[in-house]
């Protein structure tokens, strides 16, 4: 079993997508944890609607935590991946393996869901899944 750290910003919804699609499709090779450099506190709402109801996920045990905590717990982790340039410039001086760091740049999708449609969410945050679930399936392919 692997233990993989996904970092963004906000730890509101890019990082929840790839821990939440780790655990929950490729749990039987690893073990995925999310943080954020300067989290939000909370999971997005429509981030977390989604992952709930369309893919059915248990969201139970998420939360929005700072990745300081994993350098404290000094938690054993086999990979960290940033998931936004944000969180790769502040993680990646500061973190004590850089071997172990990854960067994906993906799009945030919480900033394209003010005032959209219920439609227009859904839209986004699928594409915003479907990006990550690609780069998640990509990695792996890769690391085996």
């Given at each position: 079993?692997?233990?993989?750290?996904?970092?963004?910003?906000?730890?509101?919804?890019?990082?929840?997508?790839?821990?939440?699609?780790?655990?929950?499709?490729?749990?039987?090779?690893?073990?995925?944890?999310?943080?954020?450099?300067?989290?939000?506190?909370?999971?997005?709402?429509?981030?977390?609607?989604?992952?709930?109801?369309?893919?059915?996920?248990?969201?139970?045990?998420?939360?929005?935590?700072?990745?300081?905590?994993?350098?404290?717990?000094?938690?054993?982790?086999?990979?960290?991946?940033?998931?936004?340039?944000?969180?790769?410039?502040?993680?990646?001086?500061?973190?004590?393996?850089?071997?172990?760091?990854?960067?994906?740049?993906?799009?945030?999708?919480?900033?394209?869901?003010?005032?959209?449609?219920?439609?227009?969410?859904?839209?986004?945050?699928?594409k915003t899944f479907n990006?990550?679930?690609?780069?998640?399936?990509?990695?792996?392919?890769?690391?085996?």
């Open positions: 079993m692997r233990n993989i750290l996904f970092v963004c910003t906000g730890n509101s919804a890019r990082s929840i997508i790839a821990e939440c699609i780790i655990n929950n499709e490729h749990s039987d090779t690893f073990k995925a944890y999310s943080a954020g450099s300067n989290p939000s506190g909370k999971i997005n709402e429509d981030i977390k609607e989604y992952l709930e109801n369309i893919k059915k996920y248990d969201l139970k045990d998420y939360n929005s935590k700072n990745f300081q905590k994993f350098i404290d717990e000094k938690t054993k982790l086999d990979h960290v991946i940033t998931v936004c340039n944000n969180a790769n410039n502040e993680v990646c001086p500061i973190w004590p393996n850089k071997n172990q760091i990854d960067h994906w740049d993906i799009e945030d999708p919480v900033s394209k869901l003010i005032n959209k449609t219920p439609e227009e969410k859904f839209e986004i945050i699928t990006n990550i679930n690609q780069h998640i399936n990509d990695w792996i392919n890769f690391e085996k």
